[in-house]
């Protein structure tokens, strides 16, 4: 009887999953079989293995690989201080608290910031560079962009050093090592989980990232996200933009499969 009625708990669950992740992705796989006249058609899957669109994926890849790169650079240093600090919960609030603010008003904040007579451009030239084309570079995507992802990766490893205990930190200092011996053999592999879930947390939404490229770089990068709103939004061109979003579900699952923790199952035996 108690297991019938935990079962009608999943129910709500299960109808979400159905309808707004299981139903979306059927639709984005059949129109990826249809072509600009509504006609069955394999073309759309060839099309994409062309130069253009495998460029547009090893770009893809090379920018969010970046992005994720630098937002790792920072954040950890970052969740190791937090980790340190009195008040921790609120400084960590303080980075949370941009997450709250929608991406696209965080967009035209660095436009302003970035711009020919925006804040940066004018310390620049007090410093005595003159003012910079920083805007439409891939300085100012990439810097935009890891500002934006950074609190996804220093929360899951500022989750991962809490959990560390410390007397093993100590154990090493106490044995002889150094602070970069403890560091590359106690600490990163005790909180490589975090770092990987942060990455994930990072690299896929970068991979789709599309708003920013048309604001901050003016479209001259071009990745998987933004040839899916180009061809769902100015083509109208609904079977490619679905093959696109299809292979890009394949290669998010792909990154996860791939950064996933595999927990290998311990079996006990107990001899007689």
């Not at 547009?56 to 994720?68: E, G, H, P, V």
């Not at 696209?104 to 003012?131: C, D, Q, S, V, W």
């Not at 050093?161 to 090592?177: H, I, Q, Y």
Request: net charge positive; hydrophobic share 55%; glycine share 6%.
């Amino acid at each position: 009887m108690n297991n019938q009625i935990r079962s009608i708990y999943y129910i709500p669950y299960l109808l979400w999953i159905v309808l707004f992740v299981v139903a979306p992705m059927i639709l984005i796989v059949y129109y990826s079989f249809h072509d600009m006249e509504g006609g069955l058609s394999l073309d759309n899957y060839s099309k994409f293995f062309t130069p253009v669109y495998l460029e547009m994926s090893l770009s893809s890849f090379f920018y969010a690989a970046l992005i994720t790169f630098f937002s790792l650079l920072v954040a950890y240093p970052a969740a190791y201080l937090l980790t340190k600090l009195k008040h921790k919960e609120l400084w960590l609030l303080l980075i949370i608290l941009p997450t709250w603010i929608n991406l696209l008003l965080k967009a035209y904040a660095f436009l302003g910031i970035m711009g020919t007579y925006g804040p940066l451009n004018m310390l620049l030239e007090a410093l005595g560079f003159g003012r910079q084309q920083l805007l439409f570079t891939d300085f100012s995507f990439i810097f935009t962009a890891v500002y934006i992802f950074i609190p996804f990766m220093i929360l899951p490893i500022f989750n991962s050093l809490e959990k560390l205990n410390p007397t093993l930190v100590d154990a090493a200092r106490d044995l002889g090592s150094s602070g970069w011996t403890t560091f590359r053999k106690v600490i990163l592999p005790l909180t490589l989980s975090g770092v990987k879930t942060g990455c994930q947390a990072v690299f896929i939404p970068s991979l789709s990232l599309f708003m920013i490229t048309r604001l901050i770089t003016g479209n001259r990068v071009i990745t998987l996200g933004t040839a899916i709103e180009q061809h769902f939004l100015v083509t109208m061109d609904w079977g490619m933009g679905a093959t696109i979003a299809v292979f890009l579900i394949l290669i998010m699952a792909a990154v996860m499969f791939a950064l996933g923790d595999k927990k290998k199952e311990v079996r006990v035996r107990h001899e007689p």
